[in-house]
């Protein structure tokens, strides 16, 4: 059974950084992807980045590219989010998510995602 702990979430003004931390475990296999998705009040979810880890290739939307940066520490399982000059519209409810190879539903990234996590506020004022 894979879990994903998700941490980091918060408020911060126009400019400033988070960090949003995700644990995975019960996990086999050695090389996967795990990725970020945000959903905003009265829009769609939207994914934000990905990796594939023990690889480290890694993909970004567009409107985030250059201010926010998907890293990993294989030795913790864990997949980090560096959010740097953070805008209002990145104000949401940020997930966790890891590949589900066989029924997983969301494709991003050339991955297919099934798990996820239980989701954490990001809310950047103005």
């Known amino acids: 059974q894979v879990q994903l702990v998700e941490s980091g979430g918060g408020s911060v003004q126009a400019g400033g950084s988070l960090r949003l931390s995700c644990a995975a475990s019960?996990?086999?296999?050695?090389?996967?992807?795990m990725g970020w998705f945000r959903q905003a009040p009265g829009k769609e979810r939207e994914g934000v980045a990905r990796?594939?880890?023990?690889?480290?290739?890694?993909y970004y939307a567009d409107s985030v590219k250059g201010r926010f940066t998907i890293s990993q520490d294989n030795a913790k399982n864990t997949v980090y989010l560096q959010m740097n000059s953070l805008k209002p519209e990145d104000t949401a409810i940020y997930y966790c998510?890891?590949?589900?190879?066989?029924?997983?539903?969301?494709?991003?990234?050339?991955?297919?995602?099934?798990?996820w996590g239980q989701g954490t506020q990001v809310t950047v004022s103005s």
């Open positions: 998510a890891a590949e589900e190879r066989m029924y997983g539903v969301t494709w991003y990234g050339g991955c297919r995602f099934g798990y």
């Open positions: 019960g996990y086999t296999y050695s090389r996967y992807c």
């Open positions: 990796i594939v880890t023990g690889g480290g290739s890694t």
